[in-house]
């Protein structure tokens, strides 16, 4: 996750939106890091990310110092944009990557930024729609996600949808956020653990005052 300082916006107009996935894919591509689900929410965004050949933690401050080095100067202000360091944490089980997906394309409805799963679908600044196929981002992966679903495009969207939309009624989840995914990753000796042997790398541990999902949930290793 990356907040807005002090909870401010990040993301003013449509315009910063798309400068920020213009510059998320590219450094995506560069970095080959993979993109499960995203989403913008004015004072913050989430990203579900599997991590490639370069650190996780390279790959956010090219983002973070880049779009706030932008936005500075297209907003004529000066200071810091983001609240610290980005917070990431370890998902490991495809049932649980499935739900963080979820979870995270769910958020502009819990956020009353639209009212229904039909105007999710149209919604252009979250990977829900990439998947539904009404918006083209292509960095991010749509075919591992789809696949979980149905064998067919058709079947696969079909079967998210309903995966999506039954996950309306469960609102903020606790066990989707702060210590729910430490206790996924099998507590905080197994994410120490994980550390010491360099099975993979957390950029940052989520501190016990984070709300919402942590965001960017990071894949490490699936």
């Known amino acids: 996750m990356c907040r807005g300082i002090e909870k401010r916006k990040v993301f003013d107009i ?65 200071g810091h944009l983001f609240q610290n360091r980005f917070k990431s944490i370890l998902c490991q089980e495809d049932a649980y990557l499935l739900e963080l997906v979820r979870y995270i394309h769910l958020n502009p409805i819990r956020a009353g930024i639209v009212e229904s799963l039909d105007d999710l679908a149209l919604y252009p600044f979250s990977g829900h729609s990439v998947l539904m196929g009404t918006v083209k981002r292509t960095w991010q992966d749509t075919e591992g996600i789809l696949g979980m679903f149905g064998k067919s495009v058709g079947s696969a969207r079909r079967g998210y949808k309903n995966y999506v939309e039954n ?6 989840r606790g066990d989707l956020s702060g210590g729910g995914l430490i ?34 949930a990071v894949v490490g290793t699936l």
């Open 14 to 78: 449509d315009a910063d939106r798309e400068h920020f996935l213009e510059r998320l894919g590219g450094i995506l591509q560069d970095t080959r890091t993979t993109c499960y689900a995203w989403v913008l929410i004015p004072s913050h965004f989430h990203l579900l990310l599997r991590t490639g050949p370069t650190p996780i933690s390279t790959v956010m401050r090219r983002l973070l110092t880049g779009y706030a080095l932008w936005y500075n100067r297209a907003h004529r202000r000066h």
């Open 167 to 172: 996950g309306i009624a469960q609102g903020k």
């Open 183 to 216: 206790r996924s990753a099998g507590g905080w000796e197994a994410v120490k653990a994980l550390k010491r042997f360099s099975r993979t790398r957390l950029s940052d541990v989520l501190p016990r005052r984070a709300c919402a999902l942590v965001q960017p």
